[in-house]
């Protein structure tokens, strides 16, 4: 190849880079900014429901579908660290034994009802009860919570532990809906399949085949650049094992089942 030849080569190549560049640039400013409402996400999961309780959620329907309705004083954010939720801010004293929290003004549960200090004292009652041996049962024991007001709670720890935040997350029930009902009473209650939370999504129907949950249009952590999550519904489809959820999945790629299938934020 001549010297001549080699400068048109790399005068093509520039070419085409700087075309390929502005058919990018072009392409992105076509794209919306936004993502937009609607659709419907359906997934197939092993097992079946017991209990959308998140406190006494057994299988991975249960998991799946408390994560959604539900949430707590604090969550993991996308990096690991401990961000405010339910409550819209937190601190702790010198000593690290002494952690309060003020609850959201907007914060509210599906039913209408607000969030209160009373919903805080509820759960971490039931996390202490001698019956419980879930995964919050060691975070709280020997924990004093009393509510300083209607929308502040603070915790006093027998001793400075700083992983405290993240006992935080543990998603809260609505004390006004439960008052009474004690931890060994929980499992035999309606309120496991009628869930009342202050997730983005509520649980909308419930049969033997699937769940289906819906938007909560009140839902305080999309306020104020929009008023509920982007999806339309979310169906929770159940299957006896992951073989038989695969073999579904591999009849809906074959085309011989049609689902529809979109993916947004929440």
Known sequence: MTGRDKLIVLALVGLLVVASVVAIASDKTDLPTDPAFGGTYVEGVAGSPLYFDPIIAATNVDLDVSRLVFSGLTRFARDGSIVADLASSFEVDASGKTWTFTIRPDASWQDGAAVTSDDVLYTVGLLQDRSYAGPFADAFRGVTVIALAPKIVRFALPEAYAPFAGSTTVPLLPAHVLAGVTFPQLARQPFNTQPVGTGPFKVSEVDARQV???????????????????LDKIILRFYRDEGEALAAAEEIVEGRRSHDLVLAGV
């Open 212 to 230: 289906t949950l819906v938007p909560f249009d009140d839902f305080y952590r999309t306020k104020p650049a929009r008023t509920r999550a982007y």
